[in-house]
């Protein structure tokens, strides 16, 4: 007699970004249940950051947020943010997988997210989420709008753990939340298949010398940019450079920086970079009505419904000067900073002396994607995404029965077609769980009639 | 660090002639290091940077037998000059990697070499054999708070793959070993970019712009010194000052060294036959006043 396994319809979602929780949602809503996994201490990845999206300009947050407490709050969602997949045993339909959250030295069930702890704690730290712009304690959320809204403690930055005084968050807590005793927890979840949805990351500013990257302090990423951008961001969405605070009057955007590269061992085309970047020239100049924006291309990728339209109105409408060609080299002089580059229409080379330069870099696998691709027994492509069945026919399948992929953990993609990879990967699970119900059915059936 | 075999070197043309001052001195450091350098018999110009800007195989027979010829004397060659060392490093390259061009050439140059050849700079040695750890401890004059500014040029670091010396968009090694020998390397962005070559023959116009640029943000970095491996990089820097200096008013001259010089004074040398007297912008002056020479 063929009996349903627990959990054989049951998915697990690793990443918690737009893929993740777009197919933990189509998911839930059928009727099966998510356990969706995140690092971070909540969900919303790269998306959450973002100011406004192309080519609409919608708010980001305003139209993720309702999605991230439909996550927070589905009752066939388990959510496990701040948690780490450290192992997956057996096959499609019988998975064990072994789950590893980290202390948050704040007991979530007891937290009501008042946020008086943080406001006290005298701990500050650059904060990751505000790509290092702002400041954030160390006992913290990512974002006003975390989902769950529950902090946790930096243990490397907090002068309790590192001075062995201080206990003001748990003075201050009128629920008695803060553990210092919390230890990680590691627990099982039998699961029938599972989603990798890790996304990406920016290249490290730091591997891009040549543009002054890790050296210039008003040399920043796309994704600082975001943030300077945002209301919610550190500059309240006043685009002020990092050194010194001023308003720039002249950005220099540089688009391909470390993709195309093939000496470098990126070969690829980062995909979002073309649209992104016409995105913040034309909102720099949105915020900065006399300011110049510059825009070095190789060529323009606008290849989607009303993109190239976006990349003209940024050119016609805010008067975004696109220069084709490559920067060789980006350097402080004074308070500005240099950009040598060549226009290769006019056949010259140019010397920019701009305030701010903002670098699309090359998107790359998350560093910890190979030691998943590992514990997951996934095949890693010579780029670091994770390799797929078939490019053509089976784009969001993996070479491992039962295990999927969606968004930019297979390779760089924007958010309309990261969102339509994780419904399709969810419909995969979903024809996989209904086929496997019906043929515990049918066994059933059987069974009885004999 | 014991006394090591005397390592193969190839001075080239310039180093017995106008840069004779870099050959010298490049002789004392690696003595004073203990690994001295032997000059290897009956070398022949490699050619200068000539025989890579065509594809002719015939101007690669010079290089090649170099290499053939070192080979022969061990496993392993010491260059001090950025320019022989770009054109030995990348014929070594294409000799290694092109099987068709290696057969050809060898047949012109009758020899059997098969790229095995290891082409080294002087600084290399210095960071990887020998080791700023010994720089630093034989030091007898450290080059205490002078202010100097690496400048690597194009032919030590381009193209990275084939010449394979430091990271061509963030070069260290120069700024390291100078730090080692006490000095305090100065940060500027033109470490790496061209001092104007051979562009002169062409437009003496493009190679002063060149220049310029580059003593520009060396003045402006503050620097004492500029310091190179390079005999072209130093004739091209160290000449065109007085062109400059008689274009712009307050243009404050600064001496361009090779970094065998600063080093060699360092580690105790006299100076003899370093012709510190035939540089056009005179080092002696800052080097008497920082106690380094009493040339």
Known sequence: MQMMRPGQTRALIIGAGIAGIQAALDIANSGYEAVLVDRLPSVGGHMAQLSETFPTLDCSQCILTPRTV??????????????????????????????????????????????????????????????????????????????????????????????????????????????????????????????????????????????????????????????????????????????????????????????????????????????????????????????????????????????????????????????????????????????????????????????????????????????????????????????????????????RPGVFVAGAAAGPKDIPETVAQASAAAARILSLFSRWERAAQVQVQADGGS | MQNMEALPYFPGCTLKQRAAGLDRSARDVFSALGSPLAELPGWNCCGATFPLTVENLLDLTGPARILASARAEGTRLAVACAACYNVLRRTNHLLRTDADKREKVCLFIESEYDGDLEVVHLLELLHREIGYGHVRQALRRPLEGLRVAAYYGCLLLRPAVEVGFDDPEDPVLLDQLLAAAGAAPVSYPHRGECCGGYLAVRSEEAALEASKRVLTAVSAAGADVVVTSCPLCQYNLDRRQGIIARQEAGFRPVPVLYFTQLLGLALGADGEGYRLDEHYVDPRPLLRERGLADV
Request: aromatic share 8%; hydrophobic share 35%; charged share 25%.
């Open chain 1, 70 to 399: 439909e996550v927070g709050h589905h009752p066939h969602i388990r959510l496990y943010t701040y948690s780490e997949l450290t192992g997956l045993q057996g096959q499609a339909g019988g998975y064990t997988a072994t789950i590893r959250r980290r202390a948050a030295y704040v007991r979530w069930d007891l937290c009501t997210g008042c946020g008086l702890c943080q406001s006290r704690c005298p701990a500050r730290v650059p904060a990751e989420f505000e790509g290092l712009l702002g400041e954030r304690r160390a006992i913290y959320t990512l974002s006003p709008q975390a989902v769950p809204n529950k902090p946790v403690i930096d243990r490397e930055h907090c002068r309790y753990f590192s001075t062995g005084r201080c206990r003001v968050c748990e003075r201050l807590c009128p629920v008695g939340a803060i553990d210092y005793e919390q230890q990680d927890e590691v627990f099982e979840e039998p699961v029938g298949a599972v989603i990798v949805a890790t996304g990406y990351q920016l290249l490290p500013l730091a591997a891009l010398p040549e543009y002054g990257g890790g050296n210039v302090p008003d040399v920043i990423d796309g994704l600082q940019f975001e943030r300077l951008l945002s209301a919610s961001g550190p500059t309240a969405g006043v685009v002020r450079r990092p050194s010194d605070g001023r308003v720039p009057g002249r950005v220099v955007f540089i688009q391909c920086a470390g993709s195309r590269d093939p000496e470098r061992g990126r070969p690829y085309c980062s995909k979002f970079c073309c649209m992104y970047t016409a995105k913040h020239a034309l909102l720099y100049r949105h915020r900065v009505h006399d300011g110049q924006a510059i825009v070095f291309y190789i060529d323009i990728r606008a290849a989607g419904k009303g993109y190239e339209e976006f990349v003209q109105r940024a050119m016609d409408e805010e008067r975004v000067l696109y220069l084709r060609g490559k920067v060789s080299k980006v350097f402080r002089q004074g308070d500005q900073v240099m950009v040598w580059g060549t226009d290769t229409l006019s056949g010259r080379n140019v010397e920019i002396a701009a305030d701010l330069v903002v670098l699309a870099p090359a998107a790359v696998p998350d560093p910890s994607q190979a030691e998943l691709a590992r514990i997951l027994g996934l095949t890693i492509g010579e780029d670091g995404f994770v390799e797929v069945r078939d490019a053509q026919l089976a784009p969001v399948d993996t070479l």
